[in-house]
């Protein structure tokens, strides 16, 4: 299994509500990240988790709460967004954190929109 | 992180050969050269990485310059399914723990 899923894949909120989103692999990869991706623009790496720990957190508001619960499950919980929030999310994961040399699975992302 | 430069756009007719070229004068010695594609409404996926020599895998080709400043990630017959934004990232000293900094990328577009 070399796949990356991710719930919801289309998910609109309100600017009051609290959801969160959910990434899941089983390759035993022991790197999962989040990054956000706005229309027309490349990927911008948000939160790097390394053997369940968060190791990298790219000065992202505090409204974006991620969380590594094992493993195989990344979260990212989400609280009081504005609509410039709206995006589309990727979960990727990579066997090694520490190596330049492997590579990152992506998942599909979840498309949010922030009304 | 090391910048690359990439062109905005590219156009190629099925079935030919495509060359994407990536500048990156400031690479490192460290420094592996990564490239990852973007389809329509989907994830990024990785193709192919070097450090020093040519790499061969059964998506692409990628050609690195003797001096390293430079790379091309070779398509060498192109489908429909090719067409994506393909991006040329630099994974070094300056970017452990997994950190992939995308640049704008190279818009392929495939012709039947």
């Known amino acids: 299994d070399t796949e990356v899923t991710q719930t919801p894949k289309h998910l609109v909120m309100g600017m009051t509500n609290k959801k969160s989103l959910k990434c899941e692999q089983h390759?035993?990869?022991?790197?999962m990240y989040w990054y956000k991706q706005k229309a027309k623009k490349p990927p911008e790496l948000m939160f790097v988790?390394?053997?369940?720990?968060?190791?990298i957190n790219e000065s992202v508001p505090s409204r974006f709460s991620p969380e590594c619960p094992n493993s195989s499950l990344l979260n990212l919980h989400l609280h009081a967004l504005q609509p410039e929030d709206s995006a589309l999310y990727l979960c990727?994961?990579?066997?090694?954190?520490?190596?330049?040399?492997?590579?990152?699975?992506f998942g599909p992302g979840t498309r949010l929109t922030v009304l | 992180d090391a910048k690359t430069t990439q062109p905005n756009s590219m156009e190629s007719n099925e079935e030919e050969p495509v060359h994407l070229p990536c500048n990156h004068s400031?690479?490192?010695?460290?420094?592996?050269i990564h490239w990852y594609r973007q389809l329509p409404s989907q994830g990024p996926e990785y193709v192919i990485h070097?450090?020093?020599s040519n790499v061969n895998n059964r998506m692409a080709s990628l050609a690195i310059a003797e001096d390293r400043k430079s790379s091309t990630l070779i398509l060498h017959r192109a489908t429909l399914r090719d067409a994506a934004v393909y991006y040329c990232?630099?994974?070094?000293?300056?970017?452990?723990?997994?950190?992939?900094?995308f640049g704008r990328g190279t818009q392929l577009t495939v012709w039947p």
């Open positions: 990727a994961s990579s066997q090694d954190p520490g190596t330049r040399n492997n590579e990152q699975f």
């Open positions: 988790y390394s053997y369940e720990k968060l190791s």
């Open positions: 070097g450090l020093t």
């Open positions: 990232i630099l994974w070094g000293r300056g970017s452990t723990l997994g950190r992939l900094y």
């Open positions: 390759m035993g990869h022991r790197a």
């Open positions: 400031t690479i490192s010695g460290t420094d592996y």
